[in-house]
Nanobody, 127 residues
Framework: VQLQASGGGLVQAGGSLRLSCAVS?????????MGWFRQAPGREREFVAA????????DYADSVKGRFTISRDNAKNTVYLQMNNLKPEDTAVYYC????????????????????WGQGTQVTVSS
């Protein structure tokens, strides 16, 4: 499984960005959970959002609820993170990740459960 993240950049507070994560490789994508995480300098990697590919159900960190939206495009094997009303505290390197669903109940918030990671894309929000 290969993940290629893109779409980061510099934006003013209140602005928007859309991150993309292109997924490739020989695997059954419907059996995966896709997640977005972020890591700011000096801080641990933290959960942002996740989507179960087959059902499209989503999870969000409290800090981004109502501002960020995760979605997927089946035809393009791509996961998106639409980020609106960005704040300076959203500044971080954003990573996409993939976790195989081994049961009906899946923990989506722990980075250690994800097996595949993209290279990260920088998001900088100026005040």
């Amino acid at each position: 499984v290969q993940l290629q993240a893109s779409g980061g950049g510099l934006v003013q507070a209140g602005g928007s960005l859309r991150l993309s994560c292109a997924v490739s490789g020989r695997f059954f994508i419907n059996s995966y959970v896709m997640g977005w995480f972020r890591q700011a300098p000096g801080r641990e990697r933290e959960f942002v959002a996740a989507i179960r590919w087959s059902r499209g159900s989503t999870d969000y960190a409290d800090s981004v609820k109502g501002r960020f939206t995760i979605s997927r495009d089946n035809a393009k094997n791509t996961v998106y993170l639409q980020m609106n009303n960005l704040k300076p505290e959203d500044t971080a390197v954003y990573y996409c990740a993939a976790q195989p669903m081994r049961s009906i109940v899946v923990v989506t918030t722990l980075p250690g459960l994800y097996e595949y990671w993209g290279q990260g894309t920088q998001v900088t929000v100026s005040s």
